[in-house]
């Protein structure tokens, strides 16, 4: 038997923290997205006798099938492995205070592996430096999700729009384990009590959604990123951005009770093709494709009735994550050798970690001062370049092809175009002067930490 054990000091009473991880966002949030995790099903959180089934890509897909087997409110829970890749596997989490305001959690692993006497002396070592890589990156989510709950205090109601998609499910494990209460909207039959219907090409939305909401985000929208920009898929990128939007701020107009706040998302591709100028929330709208289609997009979001509400236009960059999106499709063009840099390389990229992504609405949420454009973005801009010269750093693999630009605009048309070699350099001007402090102030760093490659793990 092998035993693994990490200590977290946290900035919470131990009440604070064992509750946290009983939301039931919080086997989610606290994942690490190098190890993709999608959750099949759960019962009773955390409780004695609940079950959880999840499949885990690390970089195959392993079923997991674990057991609550100990449950001691605020001090103690336990899980064991029914299925998976080891012979045995428990896993305890022990809360103590410390002082008044202080508290420790410690992570003890007991585990085996088959024939544990051959590929325990093989493996032992790489598994060990493997768990204490995940258990590092866990306590890191903890400290930070603590520090959101402690900083901003009162529970939300949010209705959010776009839950399916990545950035989405995101979210809602952030919002969901730090205690909020999310409503869905969805275009299926409601299966969940916290799921209502609508659709925004027949103009219906289930009004029940908005009771005692505060905060309303829509995300929704056709990827943009797939496929040849044809004329019909066009108007669907247009049309499925602009409907939802203006289907919700039609009924907002009209409640009598409306929420708070109303977030909609749009992108930096607002700004268009802009070389290296800097651009921040007041710099004028491009005059690309995609630059209308975001100008649609906000406009649409404009409330002609309610003045209470607080809109704010999240202008979004490209969100790296390795859970999805375009790192994957980077990461793969290097591992299987045909990476390369897209046109001159000299177009900028106003990226995104999710990590600071998701931070940036939360705390949008409470922060009154912030409405209207918001750019979402690094305040770190790079080139494409610069981007793939971090990637190969960090991989340690490097790259020689340069793909000319008519290349990409033959197999790609107008989306090669203008997502690929067209660039902005956004600046999160309205964020940084609102106090916001960015996790990732590099590519470097942020890379590191959501592909599991950090050189100091303490």
Same mark, same amino acid.
């Given at each position: 038997?092998?035993?693994?054990?990490?200590? /977290?000091?946290?900035?919470?009473?131990?009440?604070?923290?064992?509750?946290?991880?009983?939301? #039931?966002?919080?086997?989610?949030?606290?994942?690490?997205?190098? +190890?993709?995790?999608?959750?099949?099903?759960?019962?009773?959180?955390?409780?004695?006798?609940?079950?959880?089934?999840?499949?885990?890509?690390?970089?195959?897909?392993?079923?997991?099938?674990?057991?609550?087997?100990?449950?001691?409110?605020?001090?103690?829970?336990?899980?064991? +492995?029914?299925?998976?890749?080891?012979?045995?596997?428990?896993?305890?989490?022990?809360?103590?205070?410390? $002082?008044? $305001?202080?508290?420790?959690?410690?992570?003890?692993?007991?585990?085996?592996?088959?024939?544990?006497?051959?590929?325990?002396?093989?493996?032992?070592?790489?598994? +060990? @430096?493997?768990?204490?890589?995940?258990?590092?990156?866990?306590?890191?989510?903890?400290?930070?999700?603590?520090?959101?709950?402690?900083?901003?205090?009162?529970?939300?109601?949010?209705?959010?729009?776009?839950?399916?998609?990545?950035?989405?499910?995101?979210?809602?494990?952030?919002?969901?384990?730090?205690?909020?209460?999310?409503?869905?909207?969805?275009?299926?039959?409601?299966?969940?009590? @916290?799921?209502?219907?609508?659709?925004?090409?027949?103009?219906?939305?289930?009004?029940?959604?908005?009771?005692? /909401?505060?905060? /309303?985000?829509?995300?929704?929208?056709?990827?943009?990123?797939?496929?040849?920009?044809?004329?019909?898929?066009?108007?669907?990128?247009?049309?499925?951005?602009?409907?939802?939007?203006?289907?919700?701020?039609?009924?907002?107009?009209? !409640?009598?009770?409306?929420?708070?706040?109303?977030?909609?998302?749009?992108?930096?591709?607002?700004?268009? @093709?802009?070389?290296?100028? %800097?651009?921040?929330? @007041?710099?004028?709208?491009?005059?690309?494709?995609?630059?209308?289609?975001?100008?649609?997009?906000?406009?649409?979001?404009?409330?002609?009735?309610?003045?209470?509400?607080?809109?704010?236009?999240?202008?979004?960059?490209?969100?790296?994550?390795?859970?999805?999106?375009?790192? #994957?499709?980077?990461?793969?063009?290097?591992?299987?050798?045909?990476?390369?840099?897209?046109?001159?390389?000299?177009?900028?990229?106003?990226?995104?970690?999710?990590?600071?992504?998701?931070?940036?609405?939360?705390?949008?949420?409470?922060?009154?001062?912030? $409405?209207?454009?918001?750019?979402?973005?690094? #305040?770190?801009?790079?080139?494409?370049?610069?981007?793939?010269?971090?990637?190969?750093?960090?991989?340690?693999?490097?790259?020689?092809?340069?793909? #000319?630009?008519?290349?990409?605009?033959?197999?790609?048309?107008?989306?090669?175009?203008?997502?690929?070699?067209?660039?902005?350099?956004?600046?999160?001007?309205?964020?940084?002067?609102?106090? =916001?402090?960015? =996790?990732?102030?590099?590519?470097?760093?942020?890379?590191?930490?959501?592909?599991? %490659?950090?050189?100091? !793990?303490?």
């Amino acid at each position: 038997m092998n035993t693994f054990e990490k200590t /977290v000091i946290l900035d919470a009473k131990k009440e604070m923290v064992f509750e946290y991880h009983e939301k #039931p966002g919080a086997l989610k949030r606290l994942s690490p997205p190098w +190890q993709k995790l999608k959750v099949i099903k759960q019962t009773k959180g955390i409780l004695e006798g609940s079950r959880v089934t999840m499949d885990l890509y690390d970089p195959v897909k392993i079923r997991w099938k674990a057991l609550h087997t100990k449950y001691e409110k605020d001090s103690f829970f336990e899980d064991l +492995q029914l299925k998976g890749p080891f012979y045995s596997w428990t896993h305890s989490h022990s809360f103590k205070d410390i $002082h008044d $305001h202080n508290s420790f959690m410690t992570d003890k692993i007991k585990y085996s592996l088959f024939l544990d006497k051959i590929t325990g002396f093989i493996f032992k070592s790489a598994l +060990q @430096n493997k768990l204490e890589r995940i258990f590092s990156y866990r306590h890191k989510i903890l400290k930070r999700d603590i520090e959101s709950m402690k900083k901003f205090t009162g529970k939300k109601t949010i209705l959010l729009g776009g839950a399916s998609g990545l950035l989405g499910s995101l979210l809602i494990a952030k919002l969901s384990a730090c205690g909020h209460n999310v409503k869905l909207l969805v275009r299926k039959y409601p299966e969940n009590e @916290n799921e209502y219907y609508w659709n925004s090409q027949k103009r219906l939305i289930d009004k029940r959604c908005f009771d005692n /909401v505060d905060v /309303v985000i829509n995300l929704s929208g056709e990827p943009i990123g797939a496929g040849i920009w044809t004329k019909s898929k066009k108007k669907k990128i247009i049309d499925s951005r602009v409907d939802t939007t203006s289907l919700i701020a039609e009924t907002i107009d009209e !409640l009598k009770n409306p929420p708070e706040l109303f977030i909609s998302a749009s992108a930096t591709g607002f700004y268009g @093709n802009r070389g290296a100028e %800097k651009l921040d929330e @007041n710099s004028s709208k491009g005059k690309l494709f995609i630059s209308r289609v975001c100008d649609e997009w906000e406009k649409a979001s404009i409330l002609k009735k309610n003045t209470s509400t607080r809109i704010i236009n999240l202008r979004t960059g490209l969100v790296f994550t390795p859970e999805g999106g375009v790192l #994957p499709l980077i990461l793969q063009s290097f591992y299987t050798g045909f990476s390369g840099v897209p046109g001159s390389g000299n177009q900028y990229l106003s990226w995104i970690s999710s990590e600071d992504w998701i931070n940036i609405i939360y705390e949008s949420i409470f922060n009154t001062n912030i $409405h209207g454009a918001v750019n979402a973005c690094s #305040p770190d801009p790079m080139t494409f370049k610069e981007i793939m010269d971090t990637i190969s750093d960090i991989t340690g693999i490097p790259y020689y092809l340069k793909i #000319p630009a008519p290349v990409i605009k033959f197999l790609l048309g107008q989306r090669g175009y203008e997502t690929i070699l067209c660039g902005s350099r956004a600046y999160p001007e309205k964020m940084i002067s609102n106090g =916001f402090s960015f =996790f990732h102030n590099s590519l470097e760093n942020a890379l590191r930490e959501m592909l599991g %490659k950090e050189k100091n !793990l303490n």
